[in-house]
């Protein structure tokens, strides 16, 4: 089992940054590629980026490539989701998930955390 905890969510206005972390514990944080999605009021749940299991690789969703960056730090058993530019369409609940494969796909992911609320207004 992992457990994921997100934190850093909150208000923030159109062009201004956020920075999300997701805490892992449980089982080896190293041996999991995380993912961040994303789900807005009435939407399905989105992918966001995802980073390999040592860090070196990373993916983004068009939507957010050059403005939002994943990184991780397996010492502290973290991944973090840093967020500039912010639009009102970033508007969701960002949630960290831990899966075996890197992948875009939220059922390729096996642990989930209870996600954080960003809110972009214009």
Do not use: H
Not at 2 to 15: D, I, K, R
Not at 81 to 105: F, H, S, W
Request: hydrophobic share 35%; proline share 2%.
């Amino acid at each position: 089992q992992v457990q994921l905890v997100e934190s850093g969510g909150g208000l923030m206005q159109a062009g201004g940054s956020l920075s999300l972390s997701c805490a892992a514990s449980g089982r080896t944080f190293s041996g999991y590629a995380m993912g961040w999605f994303r789900q807005a009021p009435g939407k399905e749940r989105e992918f966001v980026a995802t980073i390999s299991k040592s860090g070196g690789s990373t993916y983004y969703a068009d939507s957010v490539k050059g403005r939002f960056t994943i990184s991780r730090d397996n010492a502290k058993n973290t991944v973090y989701l840093q967020m500039n530019n912010l639009k009102p369409e970033d508007t969701a609940v960002y949630y960290c998930a831990a899966g075996r494969l890197q992948g875009t796909i939220a059922t390729m992911y096996d642990y989930w955390g209870q996600g954080t609320q960003v809110t972009v207004s214009s």
